[in-house]
């Protein structure tokens, strides 16, 4: 199970409810690496991990990552970028509508 902080939140929930498995189907040591393995711009995609179920968007800013998850499960990964000098990014739970 994942907690969360202030720093990270959750952007987006689509369906019934927010379960966060912390990439159930994917192991701790092969998670790490492609989080470490990723380049400014880049991403994971793995929709085949979960194919239906409620989506949910994660922001860790300290980390500057997004996580995807469906169902619970951790599909895609990517680097992000937030705020800039004067701007802090808000925080908090955002629904997404289109």
Known sequence: MHLFDRREFVIGCFGAGLGIAGGASLGWAQHMREVHALKPGEFTWHPERAPEGPVSIIVSLPDQLV???RN??????????TGK?????PTGVFTILE
Do not use: D, P
């Open 85 to 89: 000098k004067g701007h802090s990014t």
């Open 72 to 81: 619970g499960v951790r599909i895609a990964l990517s680097t992000c970028s």
């Open 67 to 69: 996580h995807v998850y």
